[in-house]
């Protein structure tokens, strides 16, 4: 099996086909394939070199263009997903696993004191819904899935699914069966 790079890797989980750069150019079309495009080229190069200059730049008109809040410092696995082009708020200090799934109006954030004072750390294989909440220094396990409108500021054990708000843990076994497609 030929090396992948992270890129053909997070487009991989868009269409589940290994795609060539002129490949990945004619995707771009799509904003959430472009984002994660220019985030990967902005995490690639140091910040202070010229191309770093350069990618960090566009990411920045891209966050605002359309509204993905996600910076290069931001720790996140190969097969990356965002499901949806909507308003989208990652703490640059958060971690991500690989072939996580990420839907609109997600917050993943910081929280500034108490007893879960920190950052999210989110596993493998995580499926997080439209408008899902997840805030402090929590833990999200292996195969969990987050369900739209939910809000998680508790770690969340592998194998779970989380509803509601505030979120219950169900275990499932099989909890992102379906939604988390083409791993990389």
């Known amino acids: 099996m030929p090396e992948y790079s992270v ?8 269409s589940g086909k290994w795609l060539s750069t002129l490949g990945i150019w004619k995707k771009c079309i799509n904003p959430n394939l472009h ?5 990967r080229k902005a995490q690639k190069y140091n910040k202070k070199s ?6 960090r730049l566009a990411l920045r008109h891209y966050q605002i263009k359309y509204g993905f809040q996600i910076y290069p410092e ?3 696995g190969e097969g990356f997903y965002l499901g949806h082009w909507g308003t989208l708020v990652i703490n ?7 072939n996580c799934n990420i839907a609109q109006g997600v917050t993943i954030g910081q929280q500034n004191r108490g007893k879960n004072e920190g950052y999210p750390v989110i596993g493998d294989e ?20 987050i369900a739209p409108n939910s809000y998680v500021n508790f770690d969340v054990p592998a ?3 989380i509803m509601g708000n505030p ?5 499932k076994s099989n909890a992102t069966e379906g939604y988390i497609n083409h791993k990389v």
């Open 126 to 145: 995580v499926w997080i819904g439209p408008n899902a909440v997840i805030v402090g220094n929590v833990n999200i396990g292996n195969n969990v899935l």
């Open 167 to 171: 979120g219950k843990i169900y275990p």
């Open 50 to 55: 010229i191309p770093g200059i350069f990618w």
């Open 35 to 39: 984002y994660i495009y220019v985030l």
């Open 7 to 14: 890129i053909q890797k997070d487009f991989y989980r868009e």
């Open 92 to 98: 640059p200090k958060a971690k991500i696993g690989k």
């Open 159 to 161: 194998d779970s699914m």
């Open 74 to 76: 931001t720790q996140i």
